[in-house]
């Protein structure tokens, strides 16, 4: 288990936002350095709009995507995470930073919106991506406390009962 430390995320100034760079690939890639990868993925706006959503196309490794950039819900917000450093200014290990067992991450940017690709068929609102996000609303709902109107029923008489 581990723990998130949100301070940084809360000054909208010191952490970077990466909205509208964040992407979603059909795909997995074994490399987590850096890289420019803006010399190599150029996504560019298509003319193509299905189901009031705009498409964009681009490729990677010789094939073809179609995507598109879709907001967060209301209230949420995406946040890349990092592995707080356990060494101080010294390079000792902090008193006060958790074991290996009990991790600690740190904010290191945010996203408002992200945009997915899909391989072989443009993107639309029957992706399944881009349907998880009815669990936004789905959860809400579930978790909303419950009124003694929403628990009044109508008997099979025709009279209402609790």
Not at 26 to 50: A, T
Not at 66 to 77: D, E, H, K, V, W
Request: overall charge neutral; hydrophobic content about 35%; aromatic content about 10%.
């Amino acid at each position: 288990m581990g723990t998130i430390d949100f301070r940084a995320a809360a000054d909208e100034n010191s952490i970077v936002d990466l909205s509208s760079q964040v992407h979603q690939l059909p795909c997995c890639i074994r490399f987590d350095g850096p890289v420019e990868v803006s010399h190599y993925f150029k996504p560019k706006s298509s003319d193509v709009e299905i189901d009031g959503v705009k498409t964009e196309e681009a490729h990677f490794r010789g094939r073809k995507l179609q995507g598109a950039t879709i907001s967060l819900p209301s209230g949420y917000s995406g946040f890349v995470l990092r592995q707080a450093s356990n060494l101080n200014a010294n390079g000792k290990r902090k008193a006060s930073m958790p074991t290996e067992d009990n991790q600690c991450w740190e904010v290191k940017a945010k996203f408002n919106n992200l945009t997915y690709w899909n391989h072989d068929s443009l993107p639309s609102k029957d992706d399944t991506f881009f349907r998880s996000f009815h669990w936004f609303s789905i959860a809400e709902a579930l978790h909303k406390p419950v009124k003694v109107e929403d628990l009044v029923a109508v008997s099979h008489g025709g009279k209402n009962k609790i």
